[in-house]
Nanobody, 123 residues
Framework: QVQLVESGGGLVQTGGSLRLSCAASGITSGNYIIGWFRQAPGKEREGVSCISSDGSTDYGDSVKGRFTISKVNAKNTVFLEMNNLKPEDTALYYC?????????????????WGQGTQVTVSS
C-alpha cells in the first residue's frame, strides 16, 4: 500500500522560507510522479510542483522562481523548498503520487494522497 506523509509546514512571515517533505513508501512502479498541490480556504486545489521518476520537474506559474522541488531516491523522499513566501501561499499543502512518467496537474492521474501540512504566511 502506498503511503505519503507530509511534514515541514508552519507559520512564517512574508519573505520567509520553509521546506516541506513528502515521505513516500510502497511505490512499486518504475515510472511515477510525485506532485505537490495546495488548497486555500474557499479556493480550488491547485498544482504547485511536480517531479517525475526520471527527475523532470514542473512548477505552477505562481511559484516559479521561488519554489524548488527535489527528491532523494534512496529514501523516496521529495522536498519542496519554498522561498520568498507570500500571504497568498497560505494553504494546506498535499503531496500525491501516480504511476506516470510525465508530470501533470490533472488530479485524476494521482492515485494516492497524503493528509496535508499547513503553511501559513503572515503579512
Amino acid at each position: 500500500q502506498v503511503q505519503l506523509v507530509e511534514s515541514g509546514g508552519g507559520l512564517v512571515q512574508t519573505g520567509g522560507s520553509l521546506r516541506l517533505s513528502c515521505a513516500a513508501s510502497g511505490i512499486t512502479s518504475g515510472n511515477y510522479i510525485i506532485g505537490w498541490f495546495r488548497q486555500a480556504p474557499g479556493k480550488e486545489r491547485e498544482g504547485v510542483s511536480c517531479i517525475s521518476s526520471d527527475g523532470s520537474t514542473d512548477y505552477g506559474d505562481s511559484v516559479k522562481g521561488r519554489f524548488t522541488i527535489s527528491k532523494v531516491n534512496a529514501k523516496n523522499t521529495v522536498f519542496l523548498e519554498m522561498n520568498n513566501l507570500k500571504p497568498e501561499d497560505t494553504a494546506l499543502y498535499y503531496c500525491a503520487t501516480g504511476p506516470w512518467l510525465i508530470c501533470t496537474w490533472y488530479e485524476g492521474h494521482y492515485d494516492y494522497w497524503g493528509q496535508g501540512t499547513q503553511v501559513t504566511v503572515s503579512s
